[in-house]
């Protein structure tokens, strides 16, 4: 894989959600949300905040043997609780 250079952009923290899970961001006019433990401890709603994303190679730890084996086994369809 090859390291791409990161992509650094700022939200608007527009709101906290009351049970404080999670977070409410604007970036430009698009909304979406995150848990508010990703959040720098001192945002509150009114912050900006400054989120940087860089791609990384996948960890080793056997996610992937995972999603392989769930993929086999899996019979498609709806789940049946």
């Known amino acids: ?3 791409q250079a990161p992509v650094t952009r700022r939200a608007f923290v527009d709101a906290v959600e ?3 899970g999670s977070a409410v961001l604007l970036f430009g006019e698009e909304v979406f949300s995150l848990p508010v433990g990703l959040l720098p401890p001192d945002a509150r709603e009114g912050s900006w905040v400054e989120l940087t994303i860089v791609t990384i190679p ?3 730890d056997g996610a992937e043997d995972l999603r392989r084996t769930l993929g086999r086994d ?3 369809g709806d789940i049946k609780l």
């Open 58 to 60: 996948a960890p080793d």
């Open 74 to 76: 899996d019979p498609g």
């Open 18 to 20: 009351s049970d404080g």
């Open 1 to 3: 894989m090859t390291t």
